[in-house]
């Protein structure tokens, strides 16, 4: 089974900074993409960020850009968002997914459960 643990999540002020962080664990191989997508009340999911593995292609929303940085860690299996100069806007349930390869074959993408960030101003 594949798990997305998620953490990081919570409230902070407008101007502030917060580094969410998502583990993916299981029996695959190293995932091939991961990345951040956010849902805010009575609106539709987002993609934030993400991150191709083959040729380390970073990818971010128009409304993150120039204020988020998404890294990833090979040894951990970990992607990390830090989100700077936060706005009230940015207050949303945050989902990491991953796409991945079994280690037995065959792909697939696991999600988290979903982080909240609360942006007070």
């Known amino acids: 089974q594949v798990q997305l643990v998620e953490s990081g999540g919570g409230l902070v002020q407008a101007g502030g900074s917060l580094r969410l962080s998502c583990a993916v664990s299981?029996?695959?191989?190293?995932?091939?993409?991961m990345g951040w997508y956010r849902q805010a009340a009575g609106k539709e999911r987002d993609m934030v960020a993400q991150?191709?593995?083959?040729?380390?292609?970073?990818d971010y929303a128009d409304f993150v850009k120039g204020r988020s940085t998404l890294s990833f860690d090979n040894a951990k299996n970990t992607v990390y968002l830090q989100m700077n100069s936060l706005k009230p806007e940015d207050t949303s349930v945050y989902y990491c997914?991953?796409?991945?390869?079994?280690?037995?074959?065959?792909?697939?993408?696991?999600w988290g459960q979903g982080i909240q960030v609360t942006v007070s101003s």
């Open positions: 997914y991953a796409d991945f390869v079994y280690s037995r074959g065959g792909r697939n993408t696991a």
């Open positions: 299981g029996s695959i191989f190293r995932p091939y993409g």
């Open positions: 991150i191709i593995m083959s040729g380390s292609i970073i």
